[in-house]
């Protein structure tokens, strides 16, 4: 994963509630075995209407996704997630993100930004009146900013210094071998195995 | 003091240490072709095993096809890489075609590998399902599947705990699947965020193991992490004799452990809800996600009396589904209706509908399908003669697999068709694009089926 720390840039106001993994990405385009080309199946069903925010040039080379509510529930794909980097995208700032997406998020370095519902308005009220507005938003620090909005948001320490430094998650679990080998000496017999 | 979800968490914590999620130990984890193939790939890379073959088995249940038809090339190339990848790493795999193949979240506990007090993960966010039998499990997406493969942990942070508690006895008519919508509708999309929510009460009690691992499935829809219910007589005679359940001096053993699982008296819940089963009825949803649901004795809602929140999302949910405010529910009439998915394709949700259709036809013009949810589950219920029940009044009878639950295979609805079906799902374009999904029961699935329109069985004549 590529160290992030700040990411710098446009922002596209979807501004809607609700937004399911299967409007992300559609299950058609889950039969890739890669982890990239998925950027096309972004939104696809919704992309079909002309006036579709993502269709507006005015927004195009945006890197932030403004939503609503309840951002990426349902379906446990990280697609949803290859999509929108796959299509630019480097954080989405929602008042509330699913916790499965949050989770695929942050092994993908696509950062979960959550502010308040008035936080989410006021970015997409000044992204709507003038598209170039530039949105900061500091993984250090956990903060976001725009011309008049300074927020912050929850970040654990150890995300954060997952996202900061880049770092293989895997790699970092099999420095604890050792009580991943003492806690299997411990468990119970009757426990199945299949084969 | 402790809650159920509390207990299991806490056995399975390899490592704990300040500022950093713990690190669990995963009991099972089960993979199927869909979300697995780049975890899969990222292990080939790193040049790393699967850590315990012995605790991870694979199926193929997503992308199948459910019929003599074979898959279409870019399935087929999953399903493939699915075979490969057991073979390359050791794992067991039911393939098509194996009397053991079936949906990952249905033949887990007919094996009886689900078992209480176990941590479970699997690439699919209805990996809550297993909580029905007392034990955590939970989705999770391709990375930290990689990571599972690997190390048989996963990071995670501790949850919350919610208590929804189903006090009272449920009305004729009234299934699993009406408890689980009925209190989505209460709750929301969002409702359990954060938390395991514990299921417990009177009518939770007196459900099968069936209802109950229809009722868990859909704790993701309620934005849960996942969904448990203490294990109790019945999960126990559900176990007994399975393929891998405890056997000899191990099956008594594990019961007095099982014993142990359920919250202590005086555990306390970071949120609780109480529901009276006595008033819930048979539901349907009209929306485009599961908290969208009136019963079946419901009109379509009009999005400007719906609270504030919920009313942009409402008309668009209106527009999408082609509804009009005030419409009854029984006046909808439906273009196909579809029994099955790991929400409701057990034997037990096959019989329910097989009741209703007996003797009946469905509807000239609506296309029927019913997919049991296993290859077990099919031929046990082919030795009940379902299947023929389900022929002679017009169904398609198929073989296991997820289907038209989400459209990967070709079982889809054509754009603006209407489907009554008993999956768990009913976003836009779900079930195919332009497709217009209601979430019923298989006994008002079946009804609907028969009568063209959402009916309860009670409405057939
Ligand atoms: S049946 Fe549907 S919900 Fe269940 S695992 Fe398959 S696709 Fe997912």
């Given amino acids: 994963m590529e160290p992030v720390r700040n990411i710098v840039g446009r922002a596209l106001p979807l501004a809607r509630a609700d937004v399911d993994t299967d409007q992300i990405i559609p299950s058609h385009w889950l039969k890739r075995l890669e982890r990239t080309g998925y950027g096309p199946g972004l939104f696809e069903a919704w992309r079909k209407d002309p006036a579709f925010v993502l269709n507006d040039p005015r927004y195009r080379g945006a890197t932030v996704l403004l939503a609503g509510a309840n951002f990426g529930g349902g379906s446990s794909r990280e697609h949803a997630v290859w999509a929108l980097l796959d299509a630019g995208f480097r954080a989405v700032i929602a008042p509330r993100v699913a916790d499965i997406f949050r989770n695929n998020a942050l092994r993908n370095g696509f950062v979960p930004v959550e502010v308040d519902a008035d936080t989410v308005a006021s970015l997409v009220a000044a992204v709507r009146l003038d598209p170039a507005t530039t949105i900061t938003i500091d993984v250090e620090h956990a903060t976001v900013q725009a011309p008049g909005v300074r927020a912050t948001f929850a970040l654990d320490e150890f995300s954060r210094t997952r996202l900061i430094g880049g770092l293989d998650d895997i790699a970092l679990t099999l420095r604890h071998e050792q009580d991943i080998a003492a806690y299997e000496e411990k468990r119970p017999e009757w426990l199945p195995r299949v084969r | 003091m402790a809650t159920l979800s509390e207990k299991v968490w806490e056995r399975h914590v390899v490592r704990r240490a300040a500022g950093e999620p713990d690190l669990l130990y995963v009991d099972l984890h089960l993979v199927h072709e869909v979300t697995s193939p780049q975890a899969f790939a990222g292990l080939r890379l790193s040049k790393r095993r699967v850590r315990r073959p012995d605790l991870t088995l694979a199926t193929m249940d997503h992308n199948v096809p459910t019929n003599d038809e074979p898959a279409e090339e870019i399935s087929?190339?999953?399903?493939?890489?699915?075979?490969?990848?057991?073979?390359?790493?050791?794992?067991?795999?039911?393939?098509?075609?194996?009397?053991?193949?079936?949906?990952?979240?249905?033949?887990?506990?007919?094996?009886?590998?689900?078992?209480?007090?176990?941590?479970?993960?699997?690439?699919?966010?209805?990996?809550?399902?297993?909580?029905?039998?007392?034990?955590?499990?939970?989705?999770?997406?391709?990375?930290?599947?990689?990571?599972?493969?690997?190390?048989?942990?996963?990071?995670?942070?501790?949850?919350?705990?919610?208590?929804?508690?189903?006090?009272?006895?449920?009305?004729?008519?009234?299934?699993?699947?009406?408890?689980?919508?009925?209190?989505?509708?209460?709750?929301?999309?969002?409702?359990?965020?954060?938390?395991?929510?514990?299921?417990?009460?009177?009518?939770?009690?007196?459900?099968?193991?069936?209802?109950?691992?229809?009722?868990?499935?859909?704790?993701?829809?309620?934005?849960?992490?996942?969904?448990?219910?203490?294990?109790?007589?019945?999960?126990?005679?559900?176990?007994?004799?399975?393929?891998?359940?405890?056997?000899?001096?191990?099956?008594?053993?594990?019961?007095?452990?099982?014993?142990?699982?359920?919250?202590?008296?005086?555990?306390?819940?970071?949120?609780?809800?109480?529901?009276?089963?006595?008033?819930?009825?048979?539901?349907?949803?009209?929306?485009?996600?599961?908290?969208?649901?009136?019963?079946?004795?419901?009109?379509?809602?009009?999005?400007?009396?719906?609270?504030?929140?919920?009313?942009?999302?409402?008309?668009?949910?209106?527009?999408?589904?082609?509804?009009?405010?005030?419409?009854?529910?029984?006046?909808?009439?439906?273009?196909?209706?579809?029994?099955?998915?790991?929400?409701?394709?057990?034997?037990?949700?096959?019989?329910?509908?097989?009741?209703?259709?007996?003797?009946?036809?469905?509807?000239?013009?609506?296309?029927?399908?019913?997919?049991?949810?296993?290859?077990?589950?099919?031929?046990?219920?082919?030795?009940?003669?379902?299947?023929?029940?389900?022929?002679?009044?017009?169904?398609?009878?198929?073989?296991?697999?997820?289907?038209?639950?989400?459209?990967?295979?070709?079982?889809?609805?054509?754009?603006?068709?209407?489907?009554?079906?008993?999956?768990?799902?009913?976003?836009?374009?779900?079930?195919?694009?332009?497709?217009r999904t209601h979430l019923v029961s298989p006994a008002v699935a079946a009804a609907t089926a028969i009568a063209g329109h959402f009916a309860s069985p009670s409405d057939l004549r």
């Fill in chain 2, 76 to 435: 087929a190339r999953q399903i493939d890489a699915m075979a490969r990848n057991a073979r390359e790493f050791g794992i067991r795999c039911y393939p098509t075609g194996d009397p053991n193949q079936g949906i990952v979240h249905v033949i887990s506990p007919q094996l009886g590998l689900t078992q209480p007090g176990m941590t479970i993960v699997c690439g699919d966010s209805h990996t809550s399902t297993h909580g029905a039998l007392g034990a955590l499990a939970w989705g999770i997406g391709t990375s930290e599947i990689e990571h599972v493969l690997a190390t048989q942990t996963i990071a995670q942070t501790k949850p919350g705990t919610m208590a929804v508690t189903v006090e009272g006895a449920l009305p004729a008519e009234c299934a699993a699947k009406d408890v689980i919508l009925g209190i989505i509708a209460r709750i929301g999309t969002a409702g359990g965020t954060g938390n395991v929510i514990e299921y417990r009460g009177a009518a939770i009690r007196a459900l099968s193991m069936e209802g109950r691992l229809t009722i868990c499935n859909m704790s993701i829809e309620a934005g849960a992490r996942a969904g448990m219910v203490a294990p109790d007589q019945v999960t126990f005679a559900w176990l007994e004799g399975r393929p891998f359940a405890p056997k000899g001096a191990q099956w008594e053993r594990a019961l007095d452990d099982w014993r142990s699982l359920a919250s202590d008296p005086g555990a306390t819940y970071s949120r609780e809800v109480a529901i009276d089963a006595s008033v819930l009825r048979p539901y349907v949803t009209w929306g485009t996600n599961p908290a969208q649901s009136v019963t079946i004795d419901g009109v379509v809602p009009d999005p400007d009396a719906l609270p504030d929140d919920t009313r942009e999302s409402a008309r668009r949910a209106l527009r999408y589904q082609d509804l009009t405010p005030g419409t009854p529910m029984r006046d909808i009439r439906v273009d196909a209706v579809f029994i099955g998915s790991c929400s409701n394709a057990r034997l037990e949700d096959l019989r329910a509908a097989a009741d209703v259709v007996r003797g009946r036809r469905v509807r000239s013009g609506i296309r029927g399908l019913v997919v049991p949810g296993s290859m077990g589950v099919k031929a046990d219920a082919e030795r009940e003669g379902l299947d023929r029940i389900f022929r002679d009044a017009g169904f398609e009878w198929r073989d296991a697999g997820c289907s038209m639950c989400l459209g990967m295979n070709p079982d889809i609805l054509r754009p603006g068709e209407r489907c009554a079906s008993t999956s768990n799902r009913n976003f836009e374009g779900r079930q195919g694009p332009g497709g």
